[in-house]
């Protein structure tokens, strides 16, 4: 069994940072990457940034202001954002690629979500 937490959301005035965590624990032989969604009240869920083994990639809306990063012993991911903008303001979600067993397909784990709320 694999769980996926979301935390570090909050509430920060715009030009702030907020630095979210997406912690996988249970059975992990392998945690191959993981990607940032957000999702804002009557807005479908997107994409804003994913690192995996082909490499890492943005949203446009967020490049030069967001960085994701990556570390393998505790098999989190990080979302560092800086110069948050009211748009910004969304509930941010985690989906963690992760392989439970030698030799086993990976499977795809959503977290609960974490609120960002960015005021001017």
């Known amino acids: 069994q694999v769980q996926v937490v979301e935390s570090g959301g909050g509430l920060v005035q715009a030009g702030g940072s907020l630095r979210l965590s997406c912690a996988a624990s249970?059975?992990?032989?392998?945690?191959?990457?993981a990607g940032w969604y957000r999702q804002a009240p009557g807005k479908q869920r997107a994409l804003v940034a994913q690192i995996a083994r082909g490499g890492i990639t943005y949203v446009d809306s967020v490049k030069g202001r967001f960085t994701i990063s990556r570390d393998n012993t505790k098999n989190t991911v990080y979302l560092q954002m800086n110069s948050l903008k009211p748009e910004d303001t969304a509930a941010y979600y985690c989906?963690?690629?992760?392989?439970?067993?030698?030799?086993?397909?990976?499977?795809?784990?959503w977290g609960q979500g974490t609120q960002v709320t960015v005021s001017s």
């Open positions: 989906n963690a690629v992760i392989r439970s067993s030698w030799g086993s397909s990976p499977s795809e784990y």
């Open positions: 249970g059975r992990i032989f392998g945690f191959d990457g």
